[in-house]
Antibody, heavy 124, light 107 residues
Framework: QVQLAQSGGEVKKPGSSVKVSCEVS????????FNWVRQAPGEGLEWMGG????????KYAQSFQGRVTITADESTNTAYMELSSLKPEDTAVFFC?????????????????WGQGTLVTVSS | DIQMTQSPSTLSASVGDRVTITCRAS??????LAWYQQKPGRAPNLLIY???TLQSGVPSRFSGSVSGTEFTLTISSLQPDDFATYYC?????????FGQGTKVEIK
């Protein structure tokens, strides 16, 4: 059974950056895409972007373009999400989520496994 | 971006009720729609994908259907474990978009 284990919660100052990790065990790393989803307190789910580790290709949501960087380390089966220029409204739980990739279109499929979430609090 | 409009935002129901949640896509998404259940403090859990395919291990009281760009999640007989928030998600583009969520509360 695949498990996605995320790094622990963080408290950050406005203007700084945060890097969250997602370590995959019990399943393939290279045959999937790994996505990041933000959920502000009491709010819905917002896709930030994703990466296909075997190709190193990334896609980002327009609303996070320029502020988010998603990377992956195949040697440790770990995906990372770095968010810069943090604002208090970035306070949220960040989830990683695994998905297959549609071979015909390159679209990420639905998320079949999720990490437990990482709370990032941005406060001065 | 493809927009997903989900309704209602809140739903009050009793155990045993039949519950229906709707999601409308702003354009055709070729049936590439998933439904997730999320409980407080937990990650979302995949219930249905490709509009109507039940994920392994999900109880058969959950079902999904589609008519054009309108998608429906139905719970045939609501159980105590089903009180949660439900999200639809389209995955027919280079970016995912989610519906706003439907909180199913105890009546």
């Amino acid at each position: 059974q695949v498990q996605l284990a995320q790094s622990g919660g963080e408290v950050k100052k406005p203007g700084s950056s945060v890097k969250v990790s997602c370590e995959v065990s019990g399943g393939s790393f290279n045959n999937y895409a790994f996505n990041w989803v933000r959920q502000a307190p009491g709010e819905g789910l917002e896709w930030m972007g994703g990466i296909i580790p075997v190709f190193g290709t990334t896609k980002y949501a327009q609303s996070f373009q320029g502020r988010v960087t998603i990377t992956a380390d195949e040697s440790t089966n770990t995906a990372y999400m770095e968010l810069s220029s943090l604002k208090p409204e970035d306070t949220a739980v960040f989830f990683c989520a695994r998905s297959l990739v549609d071979r015909r279109t390159g679209y990420y499929d639905m998320a079949d496994s999720w990490g437990q979430g990482t709370l990032v609090t941005v406060s001065s | 971006d493809i927009q997903m409009t989900q309704s209602p935002s809140t739903l009050s129901a009793s155990v045993g009720d039949r519950v229906t949640i709707t999601c409308r896509a702003s354009q055709t998404i070729s049936g590439r729609l998933a439904w997730y259940q999320q409980k407080p403090g937990r990650a979302p859990n995949l219930l249905i994908y490709k509009a109507s395919t039940l994920q392994s291990g999900v109880p058969s009281r959950f079902s999904g259907s589609v008519s054009g760009t309108e998608f429906t999640l139905t719970i045939s007989s609501l159980q105590p474990d089903d009180f949660a928030t439900y999200y639809c998600q389209q995955y027919n583009s280079y970016s995912w978009t989610f519906g706003q969520g439907t909180k199913v509360e105890i009546k």
